[in-house]
């Protein structure tokens, strides 16, 4: 299990030019290890800066970061050692395959880090089975599947690199519910199943409800909240005032305790207001 810590970080875009614009201000943070961290914030808000930052593609203006314990820009030369175990996928990656095969453009990233042909086939065959990705597919071009299915092999060719971190910026973003859930679904148990170090930066507050163990909230390039899913959704009226939502279903126990209904608003996930609900009847009843 791999804990990430920020030391004073912050990030300046075009330093010292009028076009100066600072995109994380002092961050001190802490993500735990062999969990999955959501972060969320509105457009603008540093989630998409900290997350190079994270994976090396950006260097800090000020301030250090820790991945294991080591500082990743202690040496600058062996920096693309750290994009091995800090895997980043970004939004829309589907964008970016281009290999002949879907085998191949799994293993691309494997092959790069130098494994053998054993280990790559066993690489490729297990991301596949955790992004949903059938056999049958691995000598079809990437360009001849769906949006999702090219969505999913690109998630494979990170989690094939099996990164201590992986990192998933909007992995969901514009699919159908099925696909979302084939995807989030897919990390979920990639992350149960590896105990890894997971990130998912996601505007659904149903997703994030739903997939993390723990959130980050953002605005103005500061972190403003982190803490357990029942920590951040019970403060509703602050994120609404950041720009942010809360989960529907939490909208709508709000209403119904609103209206006078004897519940327990606190709650998140369908799952939990199904719960709840049903031991109000039986309570009622009895």
């Given at each position: 299990?791999?804990d990430i810590?920020?030391k004073n970080?912050?990030y300046?875009?075009s330093a010292?030019?009028?076009f100066?614009k600072a995109?994380?201000?002092?961050?001190n943070?802490?993500?735990?290890?062999?969990?999955?961290?959501?972060?969320?914030g509105?457009?603008g808000?540093?989630k998409s800066t900290?997350?190079?930052?994270?994976?090396g593609?950006?260097?800090?203006?000020s301030?250090q970061?820790f991945?294991g314990g080591?500082?990743?820009?202690?040496?600058?030369k062996?920096?693309?050692d750290?994009?091995?175990?800090?895997?980043?996928?970004f939004q829309?990656?589907e964008?970016?395959?281009?290999?002949e095969?879907?085998?191949k453009?799994?293993?691309?990233?494997?092959?790069?880090m130098g494994l053998d042909?054993?280990e790559?086939d066993t690489?490729?065959?297990g991301?596949?089975i955790?992004?949903?990705?059938?056999?049958?597919?691995f000598?079809?071009?990437p360009?001849e599947?769906s949006?999702?299915?090219r969505r999913?092999v690109?998630?494979?060719?990170v989690?094939?690199m099996?990164?201590?971190?992986?990192i998933?910026d909007?992995p969901?973003?514009g699919?159908?519910?099925?696909g979302r859930?084939e995807i989030?679904g897919?990390?979920w148990?990639?992350?149960?199943n590896?105990?890894?170090?997971?990130?998912i930066?996601?505007h659904?507050m149903?997703?994030?409800a739903?997939?993390?163990?723990?959130i980050?909230?953002m605005?103005?390039?500061?972190?403003?909240?982190?803490?357990?899913?029942?920590?951040?959704?019970?403060?509703?009226?602050?994120?609404?005032?950041?720009?942010l939502?809360?989960?529907q279903i939490?909208?709508?126990?709000?209403?119904l305790?609103?209206?006078?209904a004897?519940?327990n608003?606190?709650?998140?996930?369908?799952?939990?207001?199904?719960?709840?609900i049903l031991s109000k009847i039986?309570t009622?009843r009895s």
């Amino acid at each position: 299990m791999t804990d990430i810590e920020l030391k004073n970080v912050s990030y300046v875009y075009s330093a010292e030019t009028p076009f100066e614009k600072a995109a994380l201000t002092n961050i001190n943070l802490k993500i735990n290890g062999g969990i999955i961290t959501g972060l969320m914030g509105h457009t603008g808000s540093g989630k998409s800066t900290l997350v190079q930052l994270l994976n090396g593609l950006l260097k800090p203006t000020s301030g250090q970061i820790f991945v294991g314990g080591v500082d990743i820009w202690a040496e600058p030369k062996k920096i693309r050692d750290v994009r091995f175990k800090v895997g980043l996928v970004f939004q829309y990656p589907e964008y970016q395959l281009f290999e002949e095969t879907v085998y191949k453009d799994i293993a691309f990233g494997p092959i790069n880090m130098g494994l053998d042909e054993t280990e790559v086939d066993t690489r490729v065959r297990g991301a596949a089975i955790f992004t949903h990705i059938d056999e049958s597919l691995f000598e079809k071009s990437p360009f001849e599947l769906s949006g999702g299915q090219r969505r999913r092999v690109a998630i494979a060719g990170v989690m094939a690199m099996e990164p201590e971190v992986l990192i998933l910026d909007e992995p969901a973003a514009g699919l159908d519910p099925m696909g979302r859930e084939e995807i989030l679904g897919g990390v979920w148990s990639y992350q149960r199943n590896r105990k890894s170090t997971v990130i998912i930066v996601s505007h659904s507050m149903e997703d994030m409800a739903r997939y993390s163990d723990r959130i980050i909230v953002m605005n103005q390039s500061e972190i403003i909240m982190h803490g357990t899913c029942h920590e951040i959704f019970k403060r509703s009226n602050e994120l609404i005032n950041v720009g942010l939502d809360i989960p529907q279903i939490t909208q709508l126990m709000l209403e119904l305790k609103n209206r006078g209904a004897d519940i327990n608003a606190d709650i998140f996930t369908v799952e939990a207001a199904k719960d709840e609900i049903l031991s109000k009847i039986r309570t009622n009843r009895s």
